[in-house]
T-cell receptor, first 115, second 115 residues
Framework: GDSVTQMEGPVTLSEEAFLTINCTYT??????LFWYVQYPGEGLQLLLK?????DKGSNKGFEATYRKETTSFHLEKGSVQVSDSAVYFC??????????????FGQGTILTVHP | EAGVTQSPTHLIKTRGQQATLRCSPI?????VYWYQQALGLGLQFLLW???????NRGNFPPRFSGRQFPNYSSELNVNALELEDSALYLC??????????????FGDGTRLSIL
């Protein structure tokens, strides 16, 4: 079945540091890929998405490129802020078989940014 | 545009009781999804409703059930509550369930605590 694997956390950075959160996936079809962010006490917010190979999703300074050859969708940001502290989830949506209609999530990565 | 709304925000029950959680999707969205976010277990897909019908179900026992109303709002019912049902229950909606490119938009969740 489909699966998503994120890098182990938590990740602690200083403000203005470069961020990478690794995400790799396994899917039977041609999935769409998403990054969601969850701030404390809140639900998930869509951060960015990519729907086909080599697509780059971007939002609020975050970027991720859909790499089919390495089955990866790593999240990057050039300069993090304290306000970026949150939990980040990589997810895929695959229209095939038992995965139809659902998002499959990675385990989440806790990011803490210090001033 | 109003987002996905869930009620109640918090719900406290005892073992063996029944819980009902409610969700109103974004206007124009016809699909509603339910996820369980238990501590340390990540996000698990529960149910997907579209046009009033259950379309897919995750690996949960039958005591987890729900329905979707003609106005596309939804209820999640959990019978015979167990301690392990304590979790944040997230509802999401989307407007085109046949297109896996469409992102799901999440509410802030209902925190269910079982005493």
């Amino acid at each position: 079945g489909d699966s998503v694997t994120q890098m182990e956390g938590p990740v602690t950075l200083s403000e203005e540091a470069f961020l990478t959160i690794n995400c790799t996936y396994t899917a039977t079809g041609y999935p769409s890929l998403f990054w969601y962010v969850q701030y404390p006490g809140e639900g998930l917010q869509l951060l960015l998405k990519a729907t086909k190979a080599d697509d780059k999703g971007s939002n609020k300074g975050f970027e991720a490129t859909y790499r089919k050859e390495t089955t990866s969708f790593h999240l990057e940001k050039g300069s993090v802020q304290v306000s970026d502290s949150a939990v980040y989830f990589c997810a895929l949506s695959d229209a095939g078989g038992t995965s139809y209609g659902k998002l499959t999530f990675g385990q989440g990565t806790i990011l803490t940014v210090h001033p | 545009e109003a987002g996905v709304t869930q009620s109640p925000t918090h719900l406290i029950k005892t073992r063996g009781q029944q819980a009902t959680l409610r969700c109103s999707p974004i206007s124009g969205h016809t699909s509603v999804y339910w996820y369980q976010q238990a501590l340390g277990l990540g996000l698990q897909f529960l149910l997907w409703y579209d046009e009033g019908e259950e379309r897919n179900r995750g690996n949960f026992p039958p005591r987890f059930s729900g329905r979707q109303f003609p106005n596309y709002s939804s209820e999640l019912n959990v019978n015979a509550l167990e301690l392990e049902d304590s979790a944040l229950y997230l509802c999401a909606s989307s407007w085109d369930s046949t297109n896996s490119n469409q992102p799901q938009h999440f509410g802030d969740g209902t925190r269910l605590s079982i005493l």
